[in-house]
């Protein structure tokens, strides 16, 4: 599913951004000079406003059952917020949960420079929202059980915020041991890691003229 949500993304603002959708890809462009900083303010906005609104829209159509489920499971508590944002598995502490996003993160944006690097498989622009949605619906088969694989800020932490005005407070911060900032932090790491490493292994040995493909032409 989640998968078949971001090549849907990526098709429909790909004629705009490129199709950024998520502020760690965003940066790790930046900081390899794929897309321009000046932009990057604009995109991560964009890219945390409508994480927020998405999930106030989820809230609004999925309310009664939300309700429903809640009163017959003890109320409104963060077993419910789980809809939102990411929690951890009771066994796994912080340390495990960074190192997850890290290498789920780096996973993804090694797999997104090679998919989106011309002088490498050669793919097609329009084929990039397929050949994403396959390696995110495999880093969410291989990384789900551990914290639910959020390897994106802005799809984290929007809906945390949006669930904490809704009525499920500040337990949706402290819980998992204030494990709110990990999916927020260790998804920027693992994107560099994951840039970097494709670079190093692949990348810096092509010729040194970059040809990068996007989803459909990028536009300011």
Known sequence: GWGLAVMTGMVACAGVSGAHLNPAVTVTFALHRRTTWRRVPVYVGAQFLGAFIGAAAVYGVYADAIGDWENNNGGRT???????????HPSIGLVTGFFDQVIGT????GGVFAISDRRNAG??????????????????????FNCGFPVNPARDFSPR???????????????????WWVPVI??????????????????????????????APTRV
Do not use: Q
């Open 161 to 179: 915020l949006f669930s904490a005005i809704a009525g499920w407070g500040g337990d949706v911060f402290t819980a998992g041991n204030n494990w």
């Open 78 to 88: 963060v077993a419910s917020a789980g809809i939102f944002a990411s929690y951890p």
């Open 123 to 144: 793919l097609r622009d329009d084929s990039a929202p397929v050949h994403v949605a396959a390696l995110l619906t495999i880093i969410a088969c291989a990384f789900g």
């Open 186 to 215: 260790a998804p920027m790491i693992g994107g560099f890691v994951g840039s970097l490493t494709y670079e190093a292994m692949i990348g810096w040995h092509y010729e040194k003229k970059i040809e990068v493909v996007s989803a």
């Open 106 to 109: 780096a996973l993804l944006t």
